[in-house]
């Protein structure tokens, strides 16, 4: 998920998070840390990496 819960009302966002958190699913978000940090409690967060992606040769054609 590409920063799913930065630019919704709070109220959403609550919401958004109990569901994943009561999914009991894997999910990937591109989006801070320290925003995962505080929408999540410590047990929800298995592991924050941070992947830093190089340009491909396919970034000449866009």
Not at 17 to 24: G, I, P, R, T
Not at 37 to 45: G, I, T
């Amino acid at each position: 998920m590409d920063e799913p819960l930065t630019n919704v009302e709070e109220e959403i966002q609550e919401h958004a998070v109990s569901v994943l958190v009561d999914s009991d699913i894997q999910c990937i978000m591109t989006t801070s840390n320290e925003t995962i940090r505080s929408l999540f409690r410590p047990r929800n967060v298995k592991n924050l990496d941070r992947i830093a992606l190089e340009p491909t040769t396919l970034d000449r054609f866009a």
